[in-house]
């Protein structure tokens, strides 16, 4: 409504309805602070809250938590881990429930964490015919595997495979060599090797 008064006359008028298109949500990170360091194989825990327009607070699958296309966790607060070396962008993203969007990021500082091997197993003894081991193992980060000539991708989940071996007799020294981001590990396997059936 506008109305309008020049001393002596005054006049008004309504406009026709309108329509607000409203606000999209507030977004805040608590944490992580902005140019917080940590190595790769560490967990980060992310903490944040958002709120629409009318100052109803978001949760749960309405905040959604990125390093670039990756999802790290749902919710107010999300603990992951296997982050990627350098100085990943972390966003926090906010939908409400008419679909409007909002965000807020920090910039992390990520050191790759040299690689290790958090499991390792393998059969007690091989055959002289054996032509494969089957490995299993699990590492601290993701890394590539090097062994009997092949590659493998590895992480933090166990995961069983077989690697080429020579058949032989004596003892099988096998190398196994990780490598992540520019950091390397190895160790050297010995299994027996029995008599073949």
Not at 95 to 102: E, L, N, Y
Not at 170 to 188: F, I
């Amino acid at each position: 409504m506008v109305r309008v008064n020049d001393g002596f006359n005054e006049r008004s008028i309504g406009s026709g309805r309108i329509r607000a298109a409203g606000s999209a949500p507030a977004v805040t990170i608590v944490n992580p602070r902005p140019g917080q360091r940590m190595l790769s194989d560490a967990s980060l825990y992310l903490g944040g809250n958002a709120f629409d327009d009318a100052f109803k607070q978001l949760k749960g699958p309405r905040l959604r938590w990125m390093i670039g296309r990756r999802l790290l966790g749902v919710g107010e607060s999300v603990t992951t881990t296997d982050l990627p070396p350098g100085r990943p962008l972390v966003r926090l993203l906010a939908r409400d429930a008419r679909g409007r969007t909002g965000s807020a990021s920090v910039r992390i500082v990520v050191s790759a964490a040299r690689p290790f091997f958090v499991r390792l197993t393998t059969p007690a003894r091989l055959s002289r015919r054996s032509r494969s081991i089957r490995v299993t193992l699990a590492t601290n980060v993701s890394s590539i595997l090097r062994a009997g000539g092949r590659r493998f991708n590895v992480g933090r989940r166990n995961r069983t495979f077989l690697v080429p071996v020579k058949p032989g007799s004596g003892k099988l020294r096998l190398l196994l060599a990780l490598s992540s981001h520019g950091r390397s590990a190895s160790r050297t396997l010995e299994v027996p090797r029995g008599a073949s059936r």
